[in-house]
């Protein structure tokens, strides 16, 4: 006999369909009742990846983590050293700084870590396109193991093997419907620490209690994975959700100060609090000074050295912060209100290289069209890009490779390194591509719409029924929710440079307090009666709790608001077996 979804809030059910879930093992996935098959060895590569590394262990020769500047870098980067401490072996980390080094492998640091005796070099978020730096590498003696998480180019480096689930052969995308293959770079370390960890199970390689499990783990992946905006679906959200649950235990002292310094407490860790707060702060140290304070910060053994390294992100922080907010004014002055070109492309000399990211993805929703920031400084030059739904970056500049020194990255964001009098022609090409892929209409940037309800639907029994669909973040986006026709009784401008617009808005008969972020130059002409696309959240103000509503848009009264559309009764869903 088949059971009913009588446990599922209707609104739960339309936002299920809007995601594509209306098959019951999807649906018993997202919600935890269903676990499939999870066999690490069957992502490609690591077979090969394990056997290297435990040879390597058990003749003691050094390992080197070679990782990325950011948060997902530096979370893999632990994790494996972590991992490989556990099993006793000689093994380092090793991060590139951003300004000296750039992303990725490079022959200088492969040369230095040759003259310390390294043996293995793992890439974790980073490699999957250094073909030449690869060869150098080999030449030298070393074996080069990578794992990475991004695009894959024409050529793969002649690595001794390379994880990454993205190529085309890799069986383990197979597991999911429409091949899910998105891990971030932390992802697929956890794999291969995973496949580690359960081959010492079966043929141990050290005498040694390894006094690890694969849940001890989980902590980095949620930062990592949620940092790096990779979608929330399939396995990653299953992971992330674990991981919350590992991160809200503080175990590891050096997130337990950094969520003390971002005013998260304990046991409220969420992705939105990742996102937000935690993640930022761990890219503030690869931005602005070395990545490797986000690395110690992690690694760190007690509170005492947890305190000051949270301290320092803090700082690095608010800096950040700072100087972006600076560099996005200069480029707005520079665009205009209605920049030409279908792809944005703007450089500058002094431009901190480690905020170009954060600018061009201003830049980007500012505007709706891809955008590249460039750091103008010597004759090459580093950029990073960030571009919308419909136009993929990496691939695009797979298109224009014979320009670039060297480039990487995915559909949504890419960094590249470029010959400074080359940008012109680099702009001439994206810009022909972009015309082809986006043609000449009219970028509207889109909210969709999961559910359209009136404010008396809204209480804290139907926010209990969406924080079930908690962790949400990339793909899998918190409830978009419409309310249409509201009266605005209050509003003003509120944030340090009234940014922000704060309401009070009826339907009537029920009253509720919103805010709406960067939304604050509406209130020289706001309507009176509005139609709002909203999240519905709990504000904690001086110990007082209360709904109030967090606005994405607001459009004058009858506007029309389109939802998507509504699933088909629920005798005909899908439905689980009892």
């Not at 139907?462 to 419409?482: I, S």
């Not at 020289?524 to 109030?548: F, K, Y």
Request: aromatic letters at 6%; a negative charge.
């Amino acid at each position: 006999m088949r059971a009913r979804f009588d446990w599922l809030h209707p609104s739960i059910i339309q936002i299920l369909y809007n995601r594509g879930l209306t098959d019951a093992d999807d649906i018993a996935e997202y919600f935890g009742q269903r676990v499939r098959p999870d066999d690490p060895f069957r992502m490609k590569g690591i077979t090969e990846a394990v056997t290297r590394i435990r040879h390597a262990i058990r003749h003691r020769q050094a390992i080197a983590i070679y990782g990325d500047f950011d948060a997902d870098g530096v979370t893999s980067t632990a994790l494996l050293v972590q991992t490989l401490q556990a099993f006793g072996a000689d093994v380092m980390p090793y991060i590139p700084h951003r300004v000296d080094e750039g992303y990725g492998l490079n022959n200088e640091a492969l040369k230095w870590l040759h003259h310390q005796g390294i043996k293995v070099v793992i890439t974790v978020d980073c490699g999957i396109r250094a073909v030449t730096e690869v060869e150098y590498g080999n030449r030298l003696g070393l074996d080069i193991i990578i794992t990475d998480h991004h695009s894959i180019g024409p050529e793969l480096p002649a690595a001794h093997t390379v994880v990454n689930p993205r190529q085309h052969d890799c069986q383990y995308k197979n597991l999911y419907p429409n091949h899910f293959d998105a891990f971030a770079g932390v992802g697929v370390a956890f794999k291969l620490a995973q496949a580690l960890l359960r081959a010492e199970q079966k043929s141990p390689v050290t005498a040694q209690p390894l006094n690890l499990q694969e849940h001890d783990l989980l902590d980095l992946v949620a930062i990592g994975t949620v940092a790096d905006m990779m979608p929330l679906r399939h396995e990653n959200r299953v992971l992330v959700q674990r991981g919350l649950e590992q991160l809200n235990t503080g175990n590891r002292p050096g997130v337990r100060a950094l969520a003390h310094k971002a005013g998260v407490q304990l046991g409220q860790i969420d992705a939105t609090a990742i996102g937000f707060r935690l993640g930022p702060r761990l890219n503030a140290a690869g931005r602005l000074r070395s990545a490797a304070l986000a690395y110690d910060l992690l690694m760190v053994a007690t509170a005492a050295e947890a305190e000051d390294l949270a301290d320092e992100l803090n700082y690095l922080n608010r800096e950040r912060q700072r100087l972006t907010h600076e560099a996005v004014q200069w480029a707005e002055a520079e665009l205009g209100e209605n920049p030409s070109g279908r792809v944005i492309l703007l450089g500058r000399e002094r431009l901190i290289p480690g905020i170009v990211g954060l600018v061009a993805s201003r830049l980007k929703e500012t505007y709706y069209r891809p955008a590249l920031v460039v750091e103008l400084g010597g004759e090459e030059v580093r950029g990073s890009a960030r571009s919308i739904p419909e136009f993929h970056i990496t691939q695009a500049l797979d298109q224009c490779r014979d320009l670039l020194v060297r480039y990487g990255g995915h559909a949504a964001a890419a960094g590249f390194t470029i010959r400074r009098e080359l940008l012109p022609e680099l702009r001439r090409r994206l810009n022909t591509i972009a015309a082809e892929q986006i043609g000449d209409t009219k970028r509207v940037h889109k909210i969709p719409i999961d559910v359209v309800l009136h404010l008396q639907d809204l209480d804290y029994a139907l926010l209990g029924k969406l924080r079930q669909l908690e962790p949400t973040g990339a793909e899998n986006q918190p409830p978009m929710l419409a309310v249409s026709d509201l009266i605005v009784r209050e509003f003003r401008r509120v944030g340090a440079d009234s940014s922000h617009l704060k309401l009070r808005v009826s339907d009537g008969s029920v009253t509720f307090d919103a805010i709406a972020f960067g939304m604050g130059d509406l209130a020289v002409q706001l309507p009176m009666r509005i139609d709002i696309a909203c999240h519905l959240e709990e504000n904690t103000w001086q110990g007082r709790r209360s709904l109030q509503l967090l606005v994405h848009d607001i459009q004058p009264a009858g506007k029309g608001i389109r939802p998507q559309a509504a699933p088909a009764h629920t005798d005909t869903l899908p439905l689980f077996h009892s």
